[in-house]
């Protein structure tokens, strides 16, 4: 079994954002040298999360409303008590899921036809990583 | 470390519905001969996802009842200016997630007493496929 | 290729709470003897899940909170027509998602600066499982 691992650092311009990382995911592979196995991608802060969908942005616009329906801003969140404001980005990571496991076979990454990996940033505008780490033979 | 994927077929009659895969994930789990690793299930198509929960007709019920409130057909999701109509089935996938990792242990799906896997349709009546790749000893 | 699984027993006192698992978790991870690889935390009964954010204690709350307006108590789910009375512990299972997968490098649970990880129970008060599997060299 052999083992390779890397970490992306995102810092998005908007505080809430989308950002397409599929390419980068490619790259890693190939520098990985595996050609089947799991490779998980996983925001290492807890205001992002990672989103398996369409790469299509009106689709996009509708995540983020929807999103905002479910886990609104609001200045009451408890968590506000420490200093924080970003208790909504706590909770769309819950919702969204933190992480992806994306299979790995003949030396793809084997997703569907329009399935593509986006980082999803909900408390952006400074430096935050992703840990991509990728095992097989 | 050996490697064995197989695809599923998926093409279920109603558009939204339930399918109880895990019988078809023991068949694959034999023929991997895989004894101990993980097992990946995950939905390639981006209006689907995995629920590995009860298998019991009214939960299902209230699972879907409760995703159409969430996640609630609307005509007006910009997405649905592509042409599409399927909005909801892509916000329903990311809520539920289009995936799971099952352990295996001494040869078996390591789930809980109660724990079954479910493929979750939300855009069906077409030929739509799932991953299953089980890496181990 | 090693693996390495073990159970933890988890009975919490409330019938809905958060228990921070991370040093349970680094606790196996010395014990596998692995230092490079993935770890499976999967809760094994279809009512609680498994959450990676902030240990902070209104945070906590927040995330409570959330869950029962999203997914609330409500005696009219068809699933309590089985005699059950959980029908939302079953619901924020989902939202919530029911495992993580931890990535391991250097010998160390390799995890954000403030990831910690969390079981999520929605019907306690008695004895349920959670499967941690971990895999690598």
């Known amino acids: 079994m052999k083992s390779h691992t890397e970490y ?12 397409h990382i599929t390419p980068l995911l490619d790259e890693i592979l190939e520098r ?28 996009h616009k509708d995540i983020m409303e929807w999103l905002e329906r479910l886990a609104p801003e609001d200045p009451s969140y408890q968590h506000h008590l420490t200093g924080e404001d970003n208790g909504d980005a706590h909770l769309k990571r819950i919702l969204v899921h933190h ?35 990728v095992i097989g033979i």
Chains 1, 2, 3 share one sequence.
């Open 32 to 59: 990985s040298g595996i050609s089947d196995g799991f490779m998980l991608v996983s925001a290492m802060h807890i205001t992002s999360g990672i989103i398996v969908n369409d790469n299509e942005s009106g689709l």
């Open 99 to 133: 992480q992806a496991v994306i299979p790995v076979t003949d030396g793809k990454l084997d997703l569907g036809p329009w399935e593509r990996v986006f980082y999803a940033e909900f408390d952006g505008q400074r430096r935050k990583r992703v840990v991509v780490k």
């Open 8 to 19: 992306l650092w995102m810092n998005t311009p908007r505080r809430k954002e989308l950002v």
